[in-house]
């Protein structure tokens, strides 16, 4: 008797696999509506806790600490920062309040910070001008020999001003400073130090001739003192010299001018005394 051969029932194995991929499909579904109803969930829950925490009245500032202002008030700065007593320290953004305040011309570098619950700090460095530049408008330049600003009327005016420079000799960084603004910064420079000949206080102007140099104007009784330009430091020398001899001498109470561009011969031109020679007497 032979062996019965049975018949697969492909209808009945087709039908399960589609049944299984849709219970699949179905599963996948599922899972992708859990996920995202979580994140939606778990996004609903961080603004939920940013709106409750930004607007909670225990983060409230009451007390702003500004410190490194010395022109600029406590008031400008928090205008400019865009801060107030009372808002909330959370929802301040640090990095905008620091990008504003740098916005500012006489503010060279700041940092915001908070300290929980209630306070904000603000420090800044304030832009130390250094002298005025007339280039036909006038800048203030800091003491990197930068402009910083255009000047206006309530600037500080009781400052050094630069004149006969040209807009070619702006320091610029990562560059070689010109000849006629490195003699500038180099007298300015000399003038802070302590007992300097030509005080930095004392200078009202410096007047650059690019050719001879430098003239300064600065003491009442010496209407102008001729440096040229190079070797400073020994004709700061020569020129105290200078000074203290004249000053036991009462006809040279008021010269017109020091002339010291060459040290090998010193011209001093006096005002008070002529000669048929002429009114000038080499040291």
């Keep these: 008797m032979g062996r019965k051969?049975?018949?697969r029932n492909y209808y009945k194995n087709s039908t399960a696999k589609k049944c299984n991929r849709i219970i699949k499909r179905l599963v996948?579904?599922?899972?992708?509506?859990?996920?995202?109803?979580?994140?939606?969930?778990?996004?609903?829950?961080?603004?939920f806790s940013y709106d409750f925490l930004t607007q909670c009245d225990y983060f409230r500032a009451e007390k702003l600490v500004v410190t490194g202002a010395d022109r600029l008030s406590e008031k400008q700065i928090l205008q400019q920062a865009q801060i107030k007593k009372g808002v909330n320290i959370l929802s301040v953004n640090l990095s905008m309040a620091r990008k504003r305040l740098l916005a500012h011309s006489w503010i060279t570098e700041?940092?915001?910070?908070r300290e929980l619950p209630s306070e904000i700090n603000i420090r800044i460095k304030e832009q130390k001008p250094l002298a005025i530049l007339d280039?036909?408008?006038?800048?203030l330049i800091n003491t990197s020999g930068e402009i910083f600003k255009e000047m206006v009327v309530s600037d500080p005016d009781q400052l050094p001003i630069v004149s006969g420079l040209e807009f070619s000799?702006?320091?610029?960084r990562d560059k070689p400073r010109s000849i006629p603004f490195k003699a500038v910064m180099n007298v300015l420079e000399l003038g802070q130090k302590s007992n300097s000949v030509l005080p930095y206080k004392l200078i009202k102007r410096i007047q650059v001739d690019r050719e001879m140099g430098l003239t300064i104007y600065a003491f009442e009784h010496i209407k102008v003192i001729k440096i040229g330009y190079n070797d400073y430091p020994n004709k700061y020398a020569r020129l105290k010299n200078?000074?203290?001899?004249?000053k036991k001498?009462?006809?040279?109470?008021h010269l017109k001018s020091i002339n010291l561009n060459n040290l090998n011969r010193i011209v001093v031109n006096p005002t008070k005394r002529k000669s048929p020679a002429?009114?000038?007497?080499?040291?």
């Excluded at 280039?135 to 800048?139: D, P, T």
């Excluded at 200078?242 to 004249?246: A, E, G, R």
Aim: glycine residues 6%; hydrophobic residues 55%; contains cysteine.
């Design 169 to 172: 000799d702006i320091n610029v």
């Design 28 to 47: 996948f579904c599922i899972k992708t509506v859990v996920v995202v109803a979580a994140l939606q969930l778990v996004s609903f829950l961080f603004l």
């Design 249 to 253: 001498r009462r006809g040279f109470s």
């Design 278 to 283: 002429g009114d000038h007497k080499e040291v």
């Design 110 to 113: 700041a940092e915001v910070s």
């Design 135 to 139: 280039l036909g408008r006038k800048f």
């Design 5 to 7: 051969h049975i018949r």
């Design 242 to 246: 200078i000074l203290v001899h004249l």
